[in-house]
């Protein structure tokens, strides 16, 4: 959902943790039209009781109770909807990780999809790599690799093979692999070119 940037809670390269707002966009007219909306479930609400009241001691008739009800059930499904609009405008961490640099500024239109920052999570990380199909039969999740890396030529990195694909390339006849490793340090990052040793 598109919208006017309001606020930026977040400075470039900081740790952030999951729900933390990171962007919120304009929310004032959805704002107003969740007070407008509030105030006629409240009147809803307020008919419902006086007809509940009516016809508990027979002078309404059911179809006017039956009305009643769906008049708050639909005003109060509308304060749901604008309620659910203004938290699409609050954009939030999906996961706890440090965010790159920001794409947008205050005051800026960002359109649907925009990218606003980057988001990483460096507690694991994944290197995904092929192999030819003749090594099929000696793959195994949980088989050990080493990483190196010429960003640091001295450390070697250990992991995992934890996925294999189950399809077979048809134009390399090569059989896609991921394997895990852990990155408290945060040293892994994505993109990182590295030799790896499986």
Known sequence: MGGVVQAIHFENGQAVEAGDVLVQLD?????AQLRANAATARLAEVEFE???SLRATGNLPQSRLDRALADLEKANAEVEHVQAII????????????????QVHLGQYVAPGAPLVSLQSYQQVYVNFTLPQQALARLAP????????DAYPEQVF???????SPQIDPITRS???QGTL?????????GLFVKLTL
Request: positive net charge.
């Open 175 to 177: 059989v896609q692999l």
């Open 50 to 52: 006086r007809a509940t």
């Open 142 to 149: 949980g088989l050990p690799l080493t990483l190196r890396s």
């Open 27 to 31: 929310v004032a007219v959805e704002q």
């Open 182 to 190: 852990d990155n408290a340090d945060g040293r892994l990052r994505a």
């Open 87 to 102: 938290e699409r405008k609050t954009i939030r961490a999906p996961f706890s990780g440090r965010v790159g640099l920001r």
């Open 158 to 164: 250990d992991g995992r093979l934890t996925a294999i």
